[in-house]
């Protein structure tokens, strides 16, 4: 089964590109099978992770920020792939 986790947040005024590197330099003990980094207007940074596992199992996901450069809690979502497009 393969498993994504979406973790978005949103930075602090004019620290979009700051929080985006942030992320980009997080490292985990475990490497996902894949990883990807998206930015929307409002500095917002998403990055999904997709991974080998069941739905629940325990997975490395990246942390909180430091406060002064997020403007709220960072969401998280988790997400089971149920099949692509034919």
Do not use: C, K, N
């Not at 080998?52 to 990246?62: C, G, I, S, T, V």
């Amino acid at each position: 089964m393969t498993v994504a986790l979406m973790w978005e947040a949103r930075a602090a005024e004019g620290r979009g590109e700051e929080l985006l590197a942030w992320a980009r330099e997080q490292r985990f003990d475990a490497a996902p099978l894949r990883r990807e980094y998206f930015r929307a207007p409002g500095d917002r940074v998403l990055v999904i992770t997709w991974w080998d596992a069941a739905y629940d199992a325990e997975l490395p996901e990246l942390p909180d920020p430091a406060p002064e450069l997020v403007t709220r809690a960072v969401h998280r979502w988790r997400f089971e792939s149920v099949g692509g497009a034919d």
